[in-house]
């Protein structure tokens, strides 16, 4: 067999090697376009490029308690009838071992608006219910803002859980850097 042949037949076992394990394809639940649409309609939306300095990556990470987060940051503000409708955030960042992609919104005055999932790779048994999600509505960076203390768990998704509750602390923090409101 030649060469191109090879490459070929090993293409094609793993493709289906990758199907037959479900690792083909991300579950993809929302699209940017969407999930902006959906937390802002009626507005106007502008993606920025904001580039942190070394001083304001490292007290986004000391403010989250978590790793610093990257200087290129993405923020969406919204503009909705003349007046601020608040800035929504993309957190790409591994559940497991698998990447998940989370929408947060944070609304006009600093506090959590809405977390959704926009996609997740590892098996969809370990994404907690909507409901779960809900409890980030109104929550703003605080030691409250933890697994066990105000944010409660998921049994069989704690690693979702701590992933999601650090994307959200990892985004406050950013967030709060930028608007200048950090302490």
């Given at each position: 067999m030649d060469l191109s042949k090879q490459r070929l037949a090993l293409t094609l076992a793993a493709a289906l090697l990758m199907m037959a394990t479900g690792l083909s394809e991300a579950r993809v639940f929302s699209?940017?376009?969407?999930?902006?649409?959906?937390?802002?309609?009626?507005?106007?939306?502008?993606?920025?490029?904001?580039?942190?300095?070394?001083?304001?990556?490292?007290?986004?990470?000391?403010?989250?308690?978590?790793?610093?987060?990257?200087?290129?940051?993405?923020p969406y503000v919204a503009t909705c009838s003349g007046r601020p409708g608040g800035t929504a955030y993309f957190d790409a960042h591994?559940?497991?071992?698998?990447?998940?992609?989370?929408?947060?919104?944070?609304?006009?005055?600093?506090?959590?608006?809405?977390?959704?999932v926009l996609?997740?790779?590892?098996?969809?048994?370990?994404?907690p219910r909507s409901v779960w999600y809900e409890q980030f509505d109104g929550e703003r960076l605080d030691d409250d803002l933890e697994l066990a203390r105000g944010i409660d768990g998921v049994t069989g998704a704690t690693l979702t859980a701590r992933a999601t509750t650090n994307a959200v602390r990892r985004v406050l923090a950013v967030h709060m850097v930028l608007e200048e409101t950090a302490p």
């Open positions: 699209s940017v376009g969407d999930a902006l649409q959906s937390a802002f309609p009626d507005c106007d939306v502008e993606r920025e490029t904001v580039f942190l300095t070394t001083e304001q990556v490292e007290k986004a990470g000391k403010l989250s308690g978590l790793p610093a987060p990257s200087a290129l940051v993405h591994r559940v497991r071992t698998l990447p998940e992609t989370l929408l947060v919104v944070i609304d006009a005055r600093g506090a959590v608006e809405r977390v959704e996609s997740f790779d590892e098996p969809e048994e370990y994404i």
